[in-house]
């Protein structure tokens, strides 16, 4: 059977991104599900009109390479003041954009927050803004308390390693 790929987006630039964290435990617990691949956009520059009119940038093409190669995309992001972080907004903005690399493409959000709301807000407004997306929706993953479930850059949690297994597992039966 064709092994599974999903490209993974991580909307935190920060080293110590918890929500970096998650992605990468999401490559472990996944592994018999999904090849997980990390796509760095911190050399994707913030979407410009005028930029997109002469030529991509090669990372902007990277990107929609990269998600147009995969059966299905994961963001990992943090939630900002109840919405978006600019670095995963413009990477949406960007995909949303010819080549619209994501076309017909299983899509999700996992957020990782310290709080217990676990990103309800950002969900919604990811939920929202999709619904005009040509891609295919899959309910998104929240992971609150994150404080408590990380610990030296590695989601420690045996709960929150399960729940985060069953919900790869899951997108990658929705991305068949
Ligand atoms: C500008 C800004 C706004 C934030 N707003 C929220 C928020 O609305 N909800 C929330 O749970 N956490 C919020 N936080 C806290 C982030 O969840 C926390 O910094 C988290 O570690 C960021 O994710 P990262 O570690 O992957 O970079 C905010 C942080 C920043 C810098």
Redesign the pocket.
């Known amino acids: 059977m064709h092994t599974l790929k999903i490209t993974a987006i991580v909307g935190?630039l920060?080293s110590?991104?918890?929500?970096?964290a998650v992605a990468r435990a999401a490559i472990e617990v996944g592994s018999s599900h999904a090849e997980i691949e990390l796509f760095s956009v911190a050399d994707v520059p913030l979407y410009n009109g005028d930029i997109e009119q002469v030529a991509l940038p090669a990372a902007v093409q990277a990107l929609h390479d990269s998600v147009g190669a995969a059966d299905g995309v994961l963001l990992f992001s943090?939630?900002?003041?109840?919405s978006f972080p600019a670095v995963t907004k413009n990477a949406i903005d960007w995909l949303s954009r010819p080549p619209r690399g994501w076309e017909g493409t299983p899509i999700s959000m996992v957020v990782?927050?310290?709080?217990v709301?676990a990103?309800a807000?950002l969900r919604t407004h990811f939920e929202a803004i999709m619904a005009f997306q040509p891609v295919r929706l899959f309910p998104s993953l929240g992971i609150g308390t994150c404080g408590e479930k990380i610990t030296d850059g590695e989601l420690s949690d045996a709960v929150a390693r399960a729940e985060l297994g069953n919900f790869v597992a899951s997108f990658a039966d929705f991305c068949r």
């Open positions: 935190s920060r110590e991104s918890v929500n970096g943090p939630e900002y003041n109840g990782t927050t310290p709080g709301r990103g807000s």
